[in-house]
């Protein structure tokens, strides 16, 4: 179950990556850069995208789930999501799923992909095996869906608006709670679960829309819908991403032994201007993850004090992808008192700088004690066939997939992994989930590295065929 989880999460990345043009498109729209046509056709091509969230993550969830991303778990995603629509709203024309629908069908789409992607039929009925009988299951199973959904879901959205309640009355210190769960939990990837529920659940926004009275769900869809209270489980993570953990580099950098502040000053700025820039934080937390886990706890810690801070002030700012510099600057006049995002970051990059600097001098710990491992360079020139030889070799090679920055593996056995060499690879962390699971975190670098062992694998196969 726990592999599986982390398998939505990292399918969950799919959908989501296309939300910053909707989001950069629907901010053109507003009027204020853009007038007349050209702003209204900004308008209208960003809100197609969120007014169909549950179809793109239908899609792009069975897309994610299945062997080798095959487009035919894609089709029956979206097949899936559309007949389970059409059911539920023939049983209750006021019921309203959001994005929970698209990824149940996701889910399915891309399980039922895996399962019966292969499957052989009677001769005669040999047309609809394999591939094509994928969305032919997945249509039975969403009229399944649909029925349970229609009589039986206002059960799950009492609950679930129950829960918005709840986190809701508790103010500031629900978002804490938010802020330091969200990064406990990206050593594990399933942090795009809990921000899937905060950001396209949570809440609700009723605005008007060619005339009809539009529903938005979740943080980010109702900032982008113009919801000046949105904002609320976003805006803190601007004072991390671009000035706590830039500061948190820099006290790192401090720490480190003088003959190394060559190389490691090259690294650590690297990562702590991806963070200021783009919000992609994961390069620079898994340099200290493992090595310093107190530090994570306090930047988890931190983290939600940030988000806490940001709603005691007011502040109300979101972001399409993450919360960088581009993002800033692109929604900073949609936001409310987003320019307070700078005292709060100074702060917080101040707290984040002594608190690193003292922490890492009071328990002595040397973030780059095998900084010299960065130096091992491989003799032979195919990186790729060392990566596969770190795994354990090709025949314990189950699947490869990525995300944005981690080469996610299924194995036959992981402790026949050797973590060395992919450190010399480049990996700064490496997990284990379980007996069969592995993520290595590569970086940016990651989704090349996964098609590039994926490649080897098929050409090897075929060499040896």
Not at 22 to 27: E, G, I, S, T
Not at 117 to 130: Q, R, S, T
Not at 196 to 201: A, D, G, I, L, Y
Not at 370 to 376: F, G, I, K, P
Request: charged share 15%; hydrophobic share 50%; net charge neutral.
């Amino acid at each position: 179950m726990f592999n599986f989880l982390q398998r939505i999460g990292k399918a969950l990345m799919t959908p989501i990556a296309v939300l910053p043009v909707a989001a950069l498109l629907l901010r053109l729209g507003f009027g204020d850069i853009f007038d007349g046509q050209i702003a209204m056709i900004a308008k209208v091509a960003g809100d197609s995208i969120f007014s169909n969230l549950d179809l793109l993550f239908g899609i792009g969830i069975a897309y994610g789930l299945a062997k080798n991303n095959d487009g035919t778990a894609a089709l029956s995603g979206a097949v899936g999501v559309l007949v389970a629509k059409a059911v539920y709203l023939g049983i209750d024309p006021n019921l309203k799923m959001g994005v929970f629908i698209g990824i149940i069908m996701g889910v399915i789409a891309g399980s039922l992909y895996n399962r019966f992607h292969e499957i052989k039929l009677p001769e005669f009925l040999g047309f609809f095996g394999g591939k094509r009988f994928v969305p032919i299951v997945t249509t039975f199973s969403a009229i399944a869906v649909g029925v349970l959904a229609g009589y039986f879901w206002h059960y799950a959205g009492s609950a679930i608006d129950g829960f918005s309640h709840f986190i809701i009355d508790l103010g500031a210190f629900g978002t804490f709670l938010f802020g330091v769960l969200n990064r406990l939990l990206i050593p594990l990837g399933l942090h795009h679960i809990l921000n899937s529920v905060f950001w396209f659940q949570l809440g609700e926004y009723s605005y008007v829309k060619d005339g009809v009275v539009t529903v938005a769900n979740g943080d980010l869809h109702r900032f982008f819908a113009g919801d000046k209270s949105a904002g609320t489980y976003m805006s803190g993570f601007y004072a991390v991403m671009m000035f706590g953990l830039p500061f948190m580099a820099l006290a790192m950098y401090l720490r480190t032994p003088k003959a190394s502040r060559k190389k490691v000053g090259a690294l650590l700025a690297g990562v702590a201007f991806t963070s200021f820039l783009t919000g992609i934080t994961e390069p620079l937390e898994f340099m200290f993850i493992f090595v310093a886990p107190i530090l994570f706890v306090i930047h988890a810690i931190l983290t939600g004090l940030a988000l806490a801070t940001a709603q005691l002030l007011d502040i109300h700012i979101g972001f399409g992808f993450s919360a960088g510099l581009i993002d800033f600057i692109i929604n900073y006049k949609l936001g409310q008192n987003s320019i307070f995002i700078i005292p709060l970051g100074l702060v917080f990059g101040l707290i984040y700088f002594f608190v690193t600097y003292f922490v890492l001098g009071i328990f002595k710990i040397n973030i780059f004690k095998d900084d010299e491992q960065a130096d091992v360079i491989v003799n032979n020139c195919d990186i790729t066939n060392e990566f596969i030889k770190a795994l354990g070799g090709a025949e314990n090679i189950v699947e490869t997939s990525s995300c944005i920055t981690r080469l996610r593996m299924n194995l036959k056995d992981s402790s026949l992994v050797n973590e060395e060499i992919l450190k010399s690879l480049g990996a700064s962390g490496v997990i284990r989930p379980d007996k069969n699971s592995l993520q290595v975190v590569l970086g940016s670098k990651a989704e090349k590295v996964a098609s590039d062992i994926k490649e080897q694998l098929a050409y090897n196969k075929h060499i040896n065929s």
